[in-house]
Nanobody, 122 residues
Framework: QVQLVESGGGLVQAGDSLRLSCAAS????????MGWFRQAPGKEREFVVS????????YHADSMKGRFTISRDNAKNTVYLQMNSLKPEDTAVYYC???????????????WGQGTQVTVSS
């Protein structure tokens, strides 16, 4: 059983930066794909970015590539999401996810964290 715990959310102003962390326990972290999703009020949960077991990165949208960066530290069993130039539309609950197949897909991802709130004021 894999447990994921996110941290680092908060209230910031537009243009600020935040770094989210997701600490994993249980299983073999280095073999998992890890990802970040977000859910804004009244909207469906959407994929943001993932990193597979070998370090390959996928983004939901090109607009996120310049602002959001995912990284992992296998020694610490932790994945990070660095978010820069935050906008009010980035306001959402951000969820960490793990896919034990090693590659992140909606169909195979099998663990979720509890989420951390990010609020960006204008």
């Amino acid at each position: 059983q894999v447990q994921l715990v996110e941290s680092g959310g908060g209230l910031v102003q537009a243009g600020d930066s935040l770094r989210l962390s997701c600490a994993a326990s249980g299983g073999t972290f280095s073999s998992y794909a890890m990802g970040w999703f977000r859910q804004a009020p009244g909207k469906e949960r959407e994929f943001v970015v993932s990193i597979d077991w070998s370090g390959g990165v996928k983004y939901h949208a090109d607009s996120m590539k310049g602002r959001f960066t995912i990284s992992r530290d296998n020694a610490k069993n932790t994945v990070y999401l660095q978010m820069n130039s935050l906008k009010p539309e980035d306001t959402a609950v951000y969820y960490c996810a793990a896919d034990t197949t090693g590659y992140m897909t909606r169909r195979t991802l099998n663990y979720w964290g509890q989420g951390t709130q990010v609020t960006v004021s204008s």
